[in-house]
RNA sequence: GUGGCCGUAGCUCAGUUGGUUAGAGCGCCAGGUUGUGGCCCUGGAGGUCGGGGGUUCGAGUCCCCUCGGUCACCCCA
């Protein structure tokens, strides 16, 4: 093997991608149900586009951005996350009042990677542009629980803060550093660096834990329409029996977002990075990239998290038929058999080698086909021999019946 | 960016104090059953022992460097 996939990128290839595809099946339906549109942007964008939209002092915009020079000399960016794309083409496009868009599609980020933790990774995601109510912050927490429940995922509780406005953010950040500053010496390196320049950043330190744990709390400063607004959405939570708990030290990475802020945890995924995903409220983000003030809350899902956690499904996903040659002088019509029943809605397939017989039950019976259909000899007779794999049951139909007989099984 | 552990067949791994043609299981292909799978038996294909350098009569094995994987820190999906 000369060349691999790049560090922190992965193949998925079948039998396991098949988790994969239940998965984004499953979130495309869901999108759906809860009327969310499908949007597609690019997955490179203008670098200012992160810089200004996550924040220059974010980890992700500080060192994890694969970023490049186009051979125009602009500077590009492979997106970290898709948030700010969606929000910029809402304003691109000239769009007003209320948007919702489901994506889904791989993100950047350069760093170590680990479990749960890659460079390319996979995230879907919805954003619901334009609606102040707390009832779309519940809707978008609503939508990643039930893909957690749909992903046969147990356990799964959401955490919940709010970061309050804006100037309750200003009044508390102050608050937050002059705590932080009378304990400077037991901070780390890093922290004390943060203190200057971001310091809500220091509380999802962990090296700092002891110190964070009796740092006022984001809650006990909200101003009277964010304490409003963050009621107003446990209360939809609890009305929609989505369980959360409280987590006032949960800030997250990025800075757009203003009041609601919430992560999905799961007892089954254990990992050091156990968020399946995670989301907020970011009002401030259209202003940030020079548009009108649109309010939008969203929420992004890792989808190879997720599919870790899920649990392995019994039983083979491949029904349908596989069509065995028996005779090689019947390979067209055979052919012909699988196009036709493809065709009519069914899975179908077969060898395409010159495999013998029995190399092609073999293969059959591993992928788990429900019936086999051999093509012989009594082709000529307009027969062709059926077998139901799970039974051993075996019979000849005429060739126009074998759908039907599939089907019955 | 920092640290721990690990690199032998497609996959999971053996490999004796350094010793001759490097092994097993699974998988793949074929045969046993001249048209029948999931069990069994037989055979076959498949290896720059991650790469480079060094020590030695001799290196998969010892030393150095390097690349990669993995887990953790940082941070996040």
Known sequence: MTTRAPKGAVDVLPPESGRWRRLLRAFDSLAERYGYGLALTPVFEATELF???VGEETEIVSKQMYTFTDKAGRSLTLRPEATASVV????????????KCAYSGPMFRYEQP????????????????????PDADVEVVEVGYRLLQEAGIREVV????????????????????????????????????????????VLDSKEDASVVAGAPATLDHLGAAAATHFAAVRCGLERRSIPYEIAPRLVR?????????FEYQASSYTAAQGALGGGGRYDPLAELLGGPPTPGVGLAMGVDRIVGAMPEVSGREDRGVFVVVADPE????????????????????????DRSVKAQFRAAARRGVTVVAVVGAEWARGLVTVRDMATGEEEAVPIGEVAAWTQAR
């Open 51 to 53: 810089s200004r939209g």
């Open 88 to 99: 910029r083409a809402y304003l691109q496009e000239g769009r007003s009042g209320v948007l």
């Open 114 to 133: 680990q479990a749960g933790r890659r460079r390319q990774f996979h995230q879907v995601g919805v954003e619901y542009l334009g609606e102040p109510s």
């Open 158 to 201: 959401v955490l919940l803060n709010s970061l309050g406005d804006p100037a309750d953010r200003a009044d508390y950040r102050t608050r937050l550093r002059s705590y932080l500053e009378e304990r400077a010496e037991a901070l780390s390196a890093e922290s004390r660096r943060r203190l200057a320049t971001n310091p809500l950043r």
């Open 253 to 261: 990475g990025l800075d757009y977002y203003n009041r609601t802020v």
């Open 330 to 353: 019947r390979r067209e019509e055979a052919l012909d058999l699988v196009a036709a029943l493809r065709t009519g809605g069914l899975a179908a397939d077969s060898d395409l080698g």
